[in-house]
């Protein structure tokens, strides 16, 4: 007898495959590049609904490719731009507000061509006067028109996991000598035995055995900080050598599974090292 499948079941299946895609790729659903490609993807739709004289002249599926085009590529040159200056200076020491509005202004301008391009590639309709410009002229015209909303769009996401970080100040856990600095900004409550750090674009997540914290820190920072007590295993992820409780593969993929039930992924250059190192633990 064939056994049907309610509509109900897939959709559960479909959520736990695309969740169990994040966990390998070491994101979840509340971290802050997932947040960011919703957001991107949310102001997508409004943009193109709203249908704002930016875009006269593109309608329909050209007008969300022009403003996906638009939201992505601006989104993707300020992360890059913010990875890079929160390495070079560090938000706890320059201010994260006035670093955030340098980034916007600055990949603002960065775009500004690539804006100009859109415009003519979509058929934008072109204003008379801007039409009769010169060049430095209408890179003028369209950063000032680009720029102030920008920059309002990049600040009002950032302040979400910000302003979630400023009443942390009270009630964090003071670093002991000797400790990493960046314990002075987890909450008390998830204690100080560390699993693991994971970078999210200029934010750090810090792992411990009783949950994790999004917090403003370098990762580059964090991890110079506890080097000798775990090994970074990704770009982006660090785990503590005695967290660790089976090295998990999968075809040409590998996989840390920590005592805490998180997953994080190794890179495939970091594989035979990190293979070695927990040889006693290798599950397969």
């Known amino acids: 007898m064939t056994r049907s499948r309610s509509p109900g079941t897939d959709a559960t299946k479909s959520r736990s495959r695309f969740h169990k895609r994040l966990v390998t790729s070491g994101l979840s659903l509340n971290s802050w590049p997932v947040f960011l490609g919703l957001s991107g993807l949310t102001l997508t739709l409004i943009f193109a609904g709203l249908d704002p004289g930016v875009s006269e002249g593109v309608s329909g599926a050209a007008s969300l490719l022009f403003w996906g085009l638009q939201v992505f590529g601006l989104l993707s040159i300020f992360a890059v731009l913010q990875v890079g200056l929160t390495r070079l200076v560090s938000p706890v020491k320059a201010g994260p507000w006035l670093q955030i509005a340098v980034v916007a202004l600055a990949g603002s301008a960065v775009f500004t061509p690539v804006a100009m391009v859109l415009d003519q590639l979509f058929g934008v309709a072109p204003d ?25 769009c990049w600040l009002a996401l950032n302040a979400v996991p910000l302003l979630r970080l400023e009443p942390l100040k009270g009630r964090a856990v003071e670093a002991e000598p000797g400790q990493p600095a960046f314990w002075e900004r987890v909450p008390t409550h998830l204690g100080q035995t560390l699993c693991a750090l994971s970078a999210e674009l200029h934010y750090l997540r ?37 967290a660790v409780e089976d090295v998990e593969t999968q075809g040409r993929s590998m996989s840390l599974r920590l005592k805490t039930g998180l997953s994080l992924p ?19």
Not at 213 to 235: M, N, S, T
Not at 266 to 284: K, L
């Open 128 to 152: 008379p006067a801007e039409a009769e410009q010169g060049i430095i002229l209408a890179f003028l015209d369209e950063f000032t028109a680009l720029a102030p909303p920008a920059t309002l």
């Open 266 to 284: 190794v890179s495939r250059s970091r594989m035979a090292a990190i293979r070695t190192r927990f040889e006693g633990r290798r599950q397969g």
């Open 206 to 242: 810090v792992y411990t055995d009783k949950g994790d914290a999004l917090i403003l820190y370098p990762f580059g920072q964090a991890v110079e900080d506890v080097a000798d007590a775990g090994v970074q295993i990704h770009r982006s992820h660090w785990v503590a050598d005695a």
